[in-house]
C-alpha cells in the first residue's frame, strides 16, 4: 500500500511504502468498553436523531461526526466505525439522515438535495457535541464516505470549531464527471452490454437537459413523459433521479422549484474550491480499484487543493485492490481501519 503524506517538519510530500501486521477486524461488533447515548439535534425545522457512542472512559472525549454518503442511510450504516473509534477513547456520533428512521425533514432525492443543508446537519451535530460536558469541544472533525468526502470539507469550510476532516472515496471531481466515470463501471458490474450502457448515457444525457429546459420555460413535460416511459419499459436504469411515480404524473412527483435553484447542485459542486480553504488536517483515503470515484484525479485534486490552502498536516492513502467501500472481497483492505485509527489518534491524543 502507498501514502502521500505532507511532512510536518519540512513541508514536503514524500511517498512511503508501509506494511502493516495489525489484524483486520472487517466485521461489525458491539464492544464491551463504549456506551450508547440517544440524542436529538436541529438545523432550522429539521430534527435529527443519531446515537452518541462514547468511551467508557472519563472525559471529555474527542469527536467523530460521521457524514453518510448517498441514499437512505440510517445511524445503524457507520455504526461500526463509531464503535471502533470509541474504544480507542474517541467518540462517535451516527445518525439518521433526514427524511429517514427518525429524523424528520424531506430526504434529498437527486433533484432536490442541498450540500449546504446536508453540512449544516453535520455542523448541528458538531455544535450539539461541543455543548455536551463529557466531549472536549476542541477536539471534533468530520469524517465523510462518498458523498460524505464532499460534504465533510464542506462542513469544515463553514465551521471555524473543526480540528480534522476524514474522507474515504471523496470525490475530486464534480457530480457529473464522476457520474460519468461511475455508470459505465456500475453497468458492466450488473452484466449489460457496451451498446446498452452508450444508450444510457446518451439517454440520460437528454433527459438531463429536457429536465433542465422544463425548469427554465416549463415546457416538455409530455417529451419527459414519453422517454422515462419509454426508458423504464426497456429495463435500462436512468440515473437522473427521478422517482418512481407510483401512478402519479411526472409533475406532481418532481419538485420543479428545488429542480431549478439545485437540482444541479451536485453536478456542479467543485472540491477544489472547498478543499483549498482547509488547513486542517486531513487525511483522504481510497481504494485502487474504486469504480465509483475516479481515484488517480481524486488524489491529484485533493493534493494540489490541500498544497495550495498551505496545509501542513494531509495524508492522502490508496489501498490496493480494494472498493469503494475500502474492501477486498468481503473484508476490509488489510490496514486500513489500522491506519485510519492510528493516525486519529496520533493527532487527537498529543
Known amino acids: 500500500m502507498w501514502y502521500k503524506s505532507q511532512d510536518r517538519s519540512n513541508r514536503i510530500a514524500v511517498y512511503m511504502n508501509v506494511r502493516c501486521s495489525c489484524p483486520n477486524r472487517g466485521r461489525y461488533m458491539t464492544l464491551e468498553d463504549t456506551r450508547d447515548v440517544d440524542v436529538q439535534f436541529s438545523n432550522a425545522d429539521v430534527t435529527l436523531s443519531g446515537t452518541l457512542v462514547l468511551p467508557k472512559?472519563?472525559?471529555p472525549h474527542p469527536a467523530v461526526v460521521f457524514i453518510h454518503g448517498s441514499g437512505r442511510n440510517t445511524r445503524d450504516h457507520l455504526r461500526f466505525f463509531a464503535d471502533?473509534?470509541?474504544s480507542y477513547g474517541i467518540a462517535g456520533l451516527v445518525y439518521d439522515k433526514r427524511g429517514v428512521g427518525d429524523s424528520t425533514g424531506?430526504?434529498?432525492?437527486?433533484?432536490?438535495?442541498?450540500?449546504?443543508?446536508?453540512?449544516?446537519?453535520?455542523?448541528?451535530?458538531?455544535?450539539h457535541l461541543s455543548e455536551r460536558p463529557d466531549i472536549d469541544s476542541t477536539r471534533i472533525g468530520f469524517w465523510g464516505f462518498s458523498q460524505g468526502g464532499w460534504l465533510a470539507p464542506l462542513a469544515a469550510t463553514r465551521s471555524?470549531?473543526?480540528a480534522f476532516v476524514?474522507?474515504?472515496?471523496?470525490?475530486?471531481?464534480d457530480g457529473e464527471a464522476q457520474m460519468q466515470f461511475a455508470i459505465p463501471n456500475l453497468m458492466r458490474a450488473e452484466g449489460y452490454a457496451e451498446k446498452e450502457i452508450a444508450q444510457t448515457l446518451h439517454d440520460r444525457a437528454y433527459l438531463q437537459n429536457l429536465?433542465?429546459?422544463?425548469?427554465?420555460t416549463?415546457?416538455?413535460?409530455?417529451e419527459l413523459e414519453a422517454q422515462v416511459d419509454r426508458i423504464r419499459k426497456t429495463g435500462l436504469p436512468l440515473y437522473v433521479g427521478i422517482p418512481e411515480t407510483e401512478g402519479r404524473d411526472l409533475r406532481d412527483a418532481i419538485n420543479l422549484d428545488d429542480w431549478r435553484s439545485e437540482g444541479s447542485e451536485a453536478n456542479e459542486h467543485d472540491p477544489y474550491a472547498v478543499l483549498v480553504k482547509l488547513t486542517c488536517p486531513v487525511l483522504s483515503i481510497y481504494g485502487e480499484c474504486d469504480a465509483s470515484v475516479p481515484v488517480i484525479k481524486s488524489v491529484e485534486v485533493f493534493e494540489a487543493a490541500l498544497e495550495e490552502a498551505g496545509n501542513s498536516d494531509y495524508t492522502i492513502k490508496v489501498f490496493p485492490k480494494a472498493n469503494h467501500g475500502v474492501r477486498v472481497g468481503d473484508d476490509f483492505a488489510e490496514g486500513y481501519l489500522d491506519f485510519m485509527t492510528s493516525w486519529l489518534v496520533e493527532r487527537l491524543f498529543k
Open 57 to 59: 472512559t472519563d472525559g
Open 84 to 86: 471502533r473509534f470509541a
Open 106 to 127: 424531506e430526504f434529498p432525492n437527486d433533484l432536490i438535495s442541498s450540500f449546504g443543508d446536508l453540512a449544516d446537519d453535520a455542523i448541528s451535530g458538531q455544535l
Open 160 to 162: 471555524d470549531k473543526t
Open 166 to 173: 476524514v474522507c474515504v472515496g471523496g470525490p475530486g471531481d
Open 211 to 216: 429536465l433542465n429546459e422544463i425548469a427554465i
Open 218 to 222: 416549463g415546457e416538455g413535460w409530455e
